[in-house]
C-alpha cells in the first residue's frame, strides 16, 4: 500500500512539473526571427527559454478552429461525427494544458533540444562559439488557413558552418512557433547535398 501511494504521489509530481503553465516570453514575428531565437537559446543552453517558442495551448486551439471552420480540407473534408469530436477536443484544449502537451508533440520537441545539443557537441561545435550565419526557410504550405514551412538554420562554430532543421513551424496569432522536433543535419552542405544527412 505504501508503494502505491509512493508511486501515486510521484506521478502527480511529474504531471504537475511536466504540465506546467503556458509558456511566455520573446515571440518571433518572422521564421528568420525564431531561427535566431532558437539559436540564441541553444548557445545559453535556455530550455525553459526554447519551450517559448513550442506550440502550445492557444496555438493549437488557433488551428483546430480554422481545421473546424474549413469542414477539414478539400483533400481531406471531415463528416459531421468528426466535426463533433473536433469542437469537443478544442473545448477541451482551451483549459487544459497538459492535455495540449500530451495531445501535440511538446515532449518530443522539448526533448531534441537536449539531444540536439548533445549531437552537435559530438561532431564538434563549441556553443559558446555559435554565431547565426543564415537561414533557408522551405516547403511553404498552407493548412486550414495557416501558414507552415521548414526553417533551415545555418550557423558557425569554429572554422565550419553547421546546418540545423526547424521542422514544421507554423504561423500563429503569437508568431512563428516550432510544430515538430529539431532535426540536427550535421556539417552545412551545399542545397542540392541538404537531404543527405537528415535523421
Same mark, same amino acid.
Not at 494544458?97 to 531534441?112: N, P, Q
Not at 498552407?142 to 558552418?161: C, E, P, V
Not at 543535419?185 to 551545399?190: D, F, H, L, N, S
Given at each position: 500500500? %505504501?508503494? &502505491?501511494? *509512493?508511486?501515486? &504521489? =510521484?506521478?502527480?509530481?511529474?504531471?504537475?512539473? =511536466?504540465?506546467?503553465?503556458?509558456?511566455? @516570453?520573446?515571440?518571433?514575428?518572422? @521564421?528568420?526571427?525564431?531561427?535566431?531565437?532558437?539559436?540564441?537559446?541553444?548557445?545559453?543552453?535556455?530550455?525553459?527559454?526554447?519551450?517559448?517558442?513550442?506550440?502550445?495551448?492557444?496555438?493549437?486551439?488557433?488551428?483546430?478552429?480554422?481545421?473546424? /471552420?474549413? /469542414?477539414?480540407?478539400? /483533400?481531406?473534408?471531415?463528416?459531421?461525427?468528426? &466535426?463533433? &469530436?473536433?469542437?469537443?477536443? !478544442?473545448?477541451?484544449?482551451?483549459?487544459?494544458?497538459?492535455?495540449?502537451? *500530451?495531445?501535440?508533440?511538446?515532449?518530443?520537441?522539448?526533448?531534441?533540444?537536449?539531444? !540536439?545539443?548533445?549531437?552537435?557537441? /559530438?561532431?564538434?561545435?563549441?556553443?559558446?562559439? =555559435?554565431?547565426?550565419?543564415?537561414?533557408?526557410?522551405?516547403?511553404?504550405? *498552407?493548412?486550414?488557413?495557416?501558414?507552415? =514551412?521548414?526553417?533551415?538554420?545555418?550557423?558557425?562554430? @569554429?572554422?565550419?558552418?553547421?546546418?540545423?532543421?526547424?521542422?514544421?513551424?507554423? %504561423?500563429?496569432?503569437?508568431?512563428?512557433?516550432i510544430g515538430d522536433k529539431l532535426v540536427w543535419r550535421g556539417q552545412y552542405q551545399a542545397p542540392e547535398n541538404q537531404f543527405?544527412?537528415?535523421?
Amino acid at each position: 500500500m %505504501k508503494l &502505491l501511494s *509512493t508511486i501515486f &504521489l =510521484a506521478m502527480t509530481f511529474f504531471l504537475l512539473v =511536466a504540465c506546467g503553465g503556458k509558456q511566455s @516570453g520573446p515571440t518571433a514575428d518572422s @521564421g528568420k526571427m525564431l531561427a535566431k531565437l532558437v539559436l540564441s537559446s541553444m548557445v545559453k543552453n535556455d530550455e525553459e527559454g526554447f519551450e517559448n517558442f513550442i506550440i502550445n495551448g492557444e496555438d493549437l486551439v488557433q488551428f483546430y478552429t480554422s481545421k473546424l /471552420k474549413n /469542414k477539414g480540407s478539400e /483533400k481531406y473534408p471531415l463528416n459531421p461525427e468528426q &466535426l463533433e &469530436l473536433l469542437k469537443k477536443d !478544442i473545448d477541451r484544449m482551451k483549459n487544459n494544458e497538459c492535455y495540449v502537451k *500530451t495531445r501535440s508533440s511538446y515532449f518530443r520537441i522539448k526533448d531534441s533540444f537536449t539531444r !540536439i545539443r548533445k549531437k552537435a557537441e /559530438k561532431a564538434g561545435v563549441n556553443w559558446k562559439q =555559435a554565431q547565426f550565419v543564415d537561414v533557408d526557410i522551405a516547403n511553404k504550405r *498552407t493548412r486550414y488557413n495557416i501558414a507552415h =514551412a521548414d526553417i533551415y538554420l545555418q550557423f558557425k562554430s @569554429g572554422d565550419k558552418n553547421w546546418d540545423l532543421k526547424i521542422d514544421d513551424v507554423v %504561423k500563429t496569432k503569437r508568431g512563428w512557433v516550432i510544430g515538430d522536433k529539431l532535426v540536427w543535419r550535421g556539417q552545412y552542405q551545399a542545397p542540392e547535398n541538404q537531404f543527405k544527412n537528415s535523421k
